[in-house]
C-alpha cells in the first residue's frame, strides 16, 4: 500500500515508521531542508519525550478522545519503541530523557529508522494541494503523487521557523473538516501595569497561581512584560483578552507560621520581615504596594492584611505571547471528526491526522510528544 506522510515532526515520523514497519511504502514528506526541527529543541535541547505521572488531568481538550489515544500506545509502548531504534531512556522524577541529554540523539535515531525501513523522504517540498479522486490521494508538491493513504502530521503554528506554520489549514479545510482556531499555548503572559513588573523583573520565586477553576503550584519568573515560568505555561491555554490571575506568594507559608515568625521577631520592621521572606527586589515591591516604611516597627494589627494581601496579589493577563516563543499550539482539526481507534478521519475515508494539527495541548513535561508519539503510532499502525 502506497502512504504518504506530511509533516516531519515527532508525529509524522512515527507515523512513516509505523506504517513502514508493516511493509508499506511510505513516503514523508516535509516543507522544510531537514526533520524533526522542533524535536531537536524541545525540552531546551533535552528532549523530554514522555512522563510516568500521563493523565487526561495534564491535558487539554475531549479526555474521552485523549484517553483513547493514550491508552493505545502506553507510555511503556514509547520507551520499548525508542530503546527498539536505539535510544537508552532515563527517569528524573517521572520525566523521561534520552541519556545522553541531547534531543539530537533521538532526531537520529528516527533518522536511521526512516533508512532502515525505506521510507522516502522528500524534503524542501511545499503542498500544493490535496485532492482525492475515487479511493486515491494527489499530493501536489510540483509534481503530482499518488497514495492510497494520506496523513496529515503537520502540527499547529509554534516556533514557525522550524516548519510548523499553519500553511496546510486551507487545505485541511478543502476536505471538509473543521479547524479550531489555533492560539499560542505554553507560553509567557503578558499583563496589566503593575509595579510588580517594574521593579522585580527577573525574580523567581514559588508560588501558586490560580485562574478560573485551576491553582497550579510551581516557579514564577517575573519579568517587565508579566510573567513566565512553567506553572504560567500550564495555564495560558486558559487566557483570552482580558483574564484575572491570582498570585499566591505566601503559599508555601502557612498563617501560623508567619504569625509565629513575627511573634518570635525582636523590634522587628516591616522591611525586615518582608526581606526574610523574599528575594530584595519583591520585598521592595511588596512595601510600596502596601503602602508600608521599611523601617516602621511591625504593627501586629495589620499582619493579617498584609498575608491576605501577598496571599491574593491579582494581576490581569492582557494576551499571550507570540507564537514564536510558544512551545505549542492551542486549537487544531476537532476532534470528533477523528476516530481515536484509528486517528482516521470520519469524512475523508483513508486520511488520518497526528500530533499537534489536533485539537489537544498538554501541560510541559513529556504530555505533548507522548500524545505525538501515540497519536503518530495509531495513525501509522492503521
Not at 501515540?374 to 501509522?380: L, Y
Amino acid at each position: 500500500m502506497d502512504i504518504i506522510v506530511i509533516g516531519a515532526g515527532a508525529s509524522g515520523m512515527m507515523a512513516a515508521i509505523s506504517a513502514a514497519r508493516l511493509n508499506n511504502k511510505v513516503t514523508l514528506i516535509e516543507h522544510t531542508k531537514t526533520v524533526g526541527n522542533k524535536l531537536a529543541i524541545t525540552g531546551n535541547g533535552r528532549c523530554n519525550l514522555t512522563n510516568t505521572d500521563m493523565s487526561t488531568d495534564y491535558f487539554y481538550g475531549d479526555r474521552d478522545f485523549i484517553n483513547e489515544v493514550l491508552n493505545s500506545f502506553s507510555i511503556e509502548d514509547t520507551l520499548k519503541f525508542f530503546e527498539s531504534i536505539g535510544v537508552y531512556t532515563i527517569n528524573e522524577n517521572g520525566y523521561i530523557y534520552p541519556r545522553s541529554n541531547q534531543a539530537q540523539t533521538v532526531v537520529k535515531a528516527l533518522k536511521n529508522a526512516l533508512l532502515n525501513y525505506k521510507v522516502k523522504v522528500k524534503t524542501n517540498n511545499d503542498i500544493k494541494s490535496i485532492k482525492k479522486i475515487d479511493d486515491k490521494f494527489i499530493v501536489d508538491v510540483g509534481i503530482e503523487l499518488m497514495c492510497d493513504k494520506l496523513i496529515i502530521a503537520t502540527g499547529g503554528k509554534s516556533y514557525e521557523s522550524t516548519g510548523s506554520d499553519g500553511s496546510i489549514n486551507p487545505l485541511i479545510e478543502k476536505l471538509g473538516h473543521k479547524i479550531i482556531e489555533q492560539k499560542p499555548s505554553l507560553v509567557s503572559l503578558i499583563c496589566n501595569d503593575d509595579i510588580l513588573f517594574k521593579s522585580a523583573a527577573g525574580v523567581r520565586c514559588n508560588v501558586a497561581l490560580k485562574l478560573k477553576d485551576k491553582s497550579l503550584r510551581g516557579q514564577l519568573q517575573i519579568t517587565n512584560y508579566g510573567i513566565s515560568g512553567i506553572c504560567v505555561f500550564n495555564i495560558s491555554h486558559l487566557i483570552d483578552k482580558e483574564t484575572k490571575i491570582v498570585i499566591d506568594f505566601m503559599d508555601e507559608i502557612s498563617k501560623d507560621n508567619f504569625f509565629k515568625f513575627c511573634e518570635n521577631m525582636k523590634e522587628g520592621t516591616y522591611g525586615l520581615l518582608l526581606n526574610a521572606l523574599f528575594n530584595d527586589k519583591l520585598a521592595a515591591t511588596f512595601l510600596k504596594k502596601l503602602n508600608l516604611k521599611a523601617d516602621d516597627i511591625i504593627d501586629k494589627n495589620i499582619l493579617l492584611n498584609i498575608y491576605e494581601e501577598l496571599s491574593n496579589y491579582k494581576v490581569v493577563c492582557l494576551k499571550t505571547r507570540k507564537f514564536d516563543v510558544a512551545q505549542v499550539t492551542k486549537g487544531g482539526v476537532k476532534t470528533d471528526e477523528i476516530n481515536p481507534k484509528t486517528m482516521e478521519s470520519k469524512i475523508v475515508p483513508g486520511l488520518y491526522f497526528c500530533g499537534e494539527i489536533i485539537d489537544v495541548d498538554g501541560y510541559c513535561g513529556g504530555y505533548n510528544l507522548q500524545f505525538a508519539w501515540s497519536s503518530g503510532f495509531i495513525a501509522g499502525n492503521n
